[in-house]
């Protein structure tokens, strides 16, 4: 536990009383010198004076939040009130505690919190294992998705799962329809943006003998394919807007009408859709109905890119090797130094998806087996701060000095600040981009500061 008040005797005092109830204290005097203990290593909670005279309480609460310094975090306050109860837990603290502390009361509160942190996790990992193994990582957001997709899959609700192409849409919509009560029924799943416009409602409502020329006996569309199960749309914001009227009315009535006919069928289905546009877009310019968008976002789910949960990279190529290795009857034992640097420093615009055909593809053609290498994943140049080719200074004559040291400090920072913002300021997936230990990463940082 880390504990940060900037009264020195009674930190001194709280720290000693939290010790003798069996906890392991460390303390700081003020959210710098608390941000400096967590620099190399996370807390499993932190106890923070919520009115510091020195930094913000809850901006750093937040920093190690969503830094993954620490499992949770408590404020603690003398008379506090409504607003700062409200504020502290805006910023994700568990609870605000009046001082001085009833330490009885906040151990019984921490031990109650860590059984049921640990139950989650277990009931958590146990899902995912039978329902989602092919989501792999350990990133809050990932985590967090699939704490959704079990709370909403024995439920009935439309889900709207968004997020770029290649980040596991249909990943999550498989594990949604596998854990339902409807995972004996069939799993349906059309994308929307590669039918034809004039195709598509045929292809959801089918269509009655005699629809049109060629309809020589009916058709049952995918609607009524997938009744005691799940229908899945895909690239939902490429549906033309005369289906999406019709898509609504399903929605509402529970009755599909083919194409050409007049009776409307009862049908039991559930829909999940995905895309990766933002509906709320398509809606201001007009493509995109706004009763269909509210219709299907009873249930927003949104996936992460690859990009911003860096540190899920590896293990996520290790399972696609695993799974190549089985279906191709190959030997790879795994990647050696330099393909693990160019995993993590590639940006993946493709996702999970374009990983997954890099790691496959390396496998297939490495027959001898062993360690897949740099040039066995074959990855295009230029996607990464760790590509980028280095700029050389361009001197205007054979007397302009050429100061390589300054050159290569200046390239240096440019990449670090890239790859920090590119994780949110997270020092330790900002390391894994670009191939450094997280230490080595923060003695360049205060070497640049």
């Known amino acids: 536990m880390l504990l940060v008040d900037d009264d020195p005797g009674y930190c001194d005092s709280l720290a000693s009383e939290l010790r003798r109830q069996g906890f392991e204290v460390r303390a700081a005097s003020g959210a710098a010198e608390a941000r400096a203990h967590l620099a190399t290593t996370g807390v499993d909670a932190l106890l ?56 009885p009361r906040f151990a019984a509160l921490l031990e109650a919190n860590h059984a049921a942190f640990t139950a989650d996790v277990d009931v958590l990992t146990a899902f995912r294992a039978r329902f989602a193994p092919g989501l792999v990582g350990d990133h809050p957001r990932l985590l967090e998705v699939i704490k959704v997709v079990r709370n909403v899959a024995e439920t009935n609700c439309t889900v709207l799962i968004t997020g770029e192409s290649g980040t596991g849409k249909e990943v999550v919509a498989r594990a949604i329809h596998d854990a339902s009560p409807r995972h004996e029924g069939p799993f349906v799943a059309m994308n929307c943006a590669a039918i034809p416009d004039n195709l598509i409602e045929d292809e959801l409502f089918g269509h009655a003998r005699g629809a049109f020329t060629s309809a020589n006996g009916a058709r049952e569309g995918r609607l009524l394919s997938a009744a ?82 860096a540190l899920d990279i590896l293990p996520l190529a290790r399972h696609f090797l695993d799974r190549a290795n089985l279906e191709h009857g190959r030997g790879a034992t795994g990647f050696d130094p330099c393909a693990e640097r160019a995993l993590t420093a590639h940006a993946w615009p493709g996702n999970v998806r374009e990983l997954g055909n890099a790691v496959e593809r390396a496998v297939v053609l490495r027959r001898e087996g062993g360690l897949i290498t740099e040039p066995d994943l074959m990855l295009p140049q230029a996607q990464g701060p760790a590509a980028r080719p280095t700029p050389v200074p361009q001197a205007s004559g054979a007397t302009t000095p050429l100061n390589l040291k300054s050159a290569m400090d200046a390239v240096e920072r440019q990449y670090i600040e890239e790859a920090l913002e590119r994780t949110g300021g997270n020092r330790t997936e900002a390391a894994a981009l670009l191939g450094l230990n997280r230490s080595t990463l923060v003695e360049k940082i205060r070497k640049f500061a």
Not at 57 to 85: D, H, I, Q
Not at 274 to 283: C, F, G, H, I, S
Request: net charge positive; hydrophobic share 40%; glycine share 6%.
């Open 48 to 103: 923070v004076e919520r009115d510091l005279r020195e930094g913000s309480a809850l901006e750093f609460v937040r920093w190690a939040l969503a830094n993954r310094r620490t499992r949770e975090a408590y404020c603690m306050a003398t008379g506090p009130s409504v607003t700062k109860v409200v504020e502290a837990m805006r910023a994700g603290c568990g609870d605000v505690l009046e001082k001085p502390l009833d330490v």
């Open 228 to 309: 005691g199960g799940t229908l899945f749309l895909d690239e939902i914001g490429d549906m033309p807007l005369a289906a999406q009227a019709k898509m609504l009315r399903v929605l509402q009535d529970r009755r599909v009408t083919p194409v050409g006919s007049d009776r409307a069928i009862p049908v039991d289905v559930r829909v999940l859709a995905a895309t990766n546009k933002r509906l709320e877009d398509e809606v201001q310019k007009g493509s995109f109905r706004a009763d269909l968008c509210y219709r299907l976002s009873v249930i927003p789910l949104k996936l992460p890119p690859l990009r911003e949960r």
